[in-house]
C-alpha cells in the first residue's frame, strides 16, 4: 500500500534551517510528480512547491520562494524541502502528498505530516 | 493568485441531510477543482479531482459540478463519518490556491 513518512520536523529560532524528508513506499516513486502542502495550526491548508519527475522543473508558492527547496532522491525514494531563513509565519504541520496529476499537486495520498515551529 | 471562497465557512446538519458546499474562484478555473475532506487529527483525503471526477473508494453519496468560477460538493444523505472539514483547491494557475474550509459539524 503506498505510504508516505515524513520526518525532520523540529523547533527551530527565526532565521534558521531544517530539512524535511518523506520516505516514500508502495508505489513507483520515480513516476509521479510530488508535492508539499502546509497548514498553520487551526488553520487551513496551504499548497507551497511541486517537483516534476526527474526533478526537472520545480514550482513555488511566492511565500516561500527564495527560501525554500524541493528535491528528490529517486533512488531512495525520498522527497525532501530544505527550508532556509525560517520565519514565525512557517510554522505549521507539513506535508508531503504524491500528485495523481503532473504538474498539478492533485494530492491523492497524503503522509502524516512532520510539525514545524518557528520560535524564539 | 487566484482568490477560492467557500461558503458556508461552518454548517450544522443532521444524518440523512443532503448538503451542498460552495466553492467561488476569483477567475475561471475551467474544470481544475479539487474536493478534500480533513478529519481532526487527520491528512486530507482527495473525494473529488477535476470538478467532478470521484476517487476511486469514496461513497457515491459524493459528487461534485461546475466549471469556470462556481463549483459545488453535494453530500446527498450525511452519514455520521462525513463530519469534518472540507476544502476546495484549484489547479488551475499556480500557486493552487485552497479555500478557506468548510466545517461540517452535527445538529
Redesign the interface.
Known amino acids: 500500500q503506498v505510504q508516505l513518512v515524513e520526518s525532520g520536523g523540529d523547533l527551530v529560532k527565526p532565521g534558521g534551517s531544517l530539512r524535511l524528508s518523506c520516505a516514500a513506499s508502495g508505489f513507483t516513486f520515480s513516476d509521479y510528480y510530488m508535492s508539499w502542502?502546509r497548514q498553520a495550526p487551526g488553520k487551513?491548508?496551504?499548497?507551497i512547491s511541486y517537483i516534476s519527475t526527474g526533478g526537472t522543473f520545480t514550482?513555488y508558492?511566492?511565500s516561500v520562494k527564495g527560501r525554500f527547496t524541493i528535491s528528490r532522491d529517486d533512488a531512495k525514494n525520498s522527497l525532501f524541502l530544505q527550508m532556509n531563513s525560517l520565519r514565525a509565519e512557517d510554522t505549521a504541520l507539513y506535508?508531503c502528498a504524491r500528485d495523481?496529476?503532473p504538474g498539478?499537486?492533485?494530492?491523492?495520498y497524503?503522509?502524516?505530516?512532520t510539525l514545524v515551529t518557528v520560535s524564539s | 493568485?487566484f482568490q477560492m471562497t467557500q461558503s458556508p465557512s461552518s454548517l450544522s446538519a443532521s444524518v440523512g441531510d443532503r448538503v451542498i458546499i460552495t466553492c467561488r474562484a476569483s477567475q475561471s478555473v475551467d474544470t481544475?477543482l479539487?474536493w478534500?475532506q480533513?478529519k481532526p487529527g487527520r491528512?486530507?483525503?482527495?473525494l473529488i479531482?477535476?470538478a467532478s471526477s470521484l476517487?476511486s473508494g469514496v461513497s457515491k453519496r459524493f459528487s461534485g459540478s461546475g466549471s469556470g468560477t462556481d463549483f459545488t460538493l453535494t453530500i446527498s444523505s450525511l452519514q455520521p463519518e462525513d463530519f469534518a472539514t472540507y476544502?476546495c483547491?484549484q489547479?488551475y494557475s499556480?500557486?493552487?490556491?485552497?479555500?478557506?474550509?468548510t466545517k461540517l459539524d452535527i445538529k
Open positions: 502542502i487551513g491548508l496551504e499548497w514550482n508558492a511566492d506535508y495523481l496529476v498539478r499537486s492533485t494530492s491523492d497524503w503522509g502524516q505530516g | 493568485d481544475y479539487n478534500y480533513q491528512a486530507p483525503n482527495l479531482s477535476a476517487q476544502y483547491q489547479t499556480t500557486p493552487f490556491t485552497f479555500g478557506q474550509g
